[in-house]
T-cell receptor, first 114, second 108 residues
Framework: DTAVSQTPKYLVTQMGNDKSIKCEQN?????MYWYKQDSKKFLKIMFS???????INETVPNRFSPKSPDKAHLNLHINSLELGDSAVYFC?????????????FGSGTRLTVV | RKEVEQDPGPFNVPEGATVAFNCTYS??????FFWYRQDCRKEPKLLMS?????NEDGRFTAQLNRASQYISLLIRDSKLSDSATYLC?????????WGAGTKLIIKP
């Protein structure tokens, strides 16, 4: 059983299109995240949801809109894709209560905008 | 100054050698610390938490120096499979702050 699963694994699309990436976790965690890792390999947080509520919203274009229908799911919708959006997008989850023991990541979605 | 800084490397190390790298953090109120490992084209995976008294897991030893605000990772008897990028992560202000990673290449 995959703990954090995200789909699709690869996404190649044209500029201007709208696309979504889905993420689901079966760990019972209450917090989920979207990270972007660009070609320089730096991991940057984009959004964080705790129990379906947005708690971190870093400076990302408003073309990016996260949606959390329940605490096990956090989807990312991207409008009007641009070349600079090409990156690997990682979903992650953690438990906010108790000692922080780090995150569990999904395997990533490699987005290529052409 | 960045919140979490690491030497990007790469560190080229012969198999069997001992290698160590540090990570500095700027927020003295940071509460907890981790080392993650990321293989090429894979997701980051938790390697170990870093405890105040230092901790060891097999060939890996992590240490925290609060006075100088850095954490370290020591790898003994390095294996080819240790080749990866090692990410330092600091729990600060209710979120994890990630370093950019140190690339380690173990050569036969």
């Amino acid at each position: 059983d995959t703990a954090v699963s995200q789909t699709p694994k690869y996404l190649v699309t044209q500029m201007g299109n709208d696309k979504s990436i889905k993420c689901e976790q079966n760990l019972g965690h209450d917090t989920m995240y979207w990270y972007k890792q660009d070609s320089k390999k730096f991991l940057k947080i984009m959004f964080s949801y705790n129990n379906k509520e947005l708690i971190i919203n870093e400076t990302v274009p408003n073309r990016f809109s996260p949606k959390s229908p329940d605490k096990a799911h956090l989807n990312l919708h991207i409008n009007s894709l641009e070349l600079g959006d090409s990156a690997v997008y990682f979903c992650a989850s953690s438990q906010s209560s108790g000692p922080p023991v780090g995150y569990t990541f999904g395997s990533g979605t490699r987005l290529t905008v052409v | 100054r960045k919140e979490v800084e690491q030497d990007p490397g790469p560190f080229n190390v012969p198999e069997g050698a001992t290698v160590a790298f540090n990570c500095t953090y700027s927020n003295s109120a940071s509460q907890s610390f981790f080392w993650y490992r990321q293989d090429c084209r894979k997701e980051p995976k938790l390697l170990m938490s870093v405890y105040s008294s230092g901790n060891e897991d097999g060939r890996f030893t992590a240490q925290l120096n609060r006075a100088s605000q850095y954490i370290s990772l020591l790898i003994r008897d390095s294996k080819l499979s240790d080749s990866a990028t090692y990410l330092c992560v600091v729990h600060s202000n209710y979120q994890l702050i990630w370093g950019a990673g140190t690339k380690l290449i173990i050569k036969p």
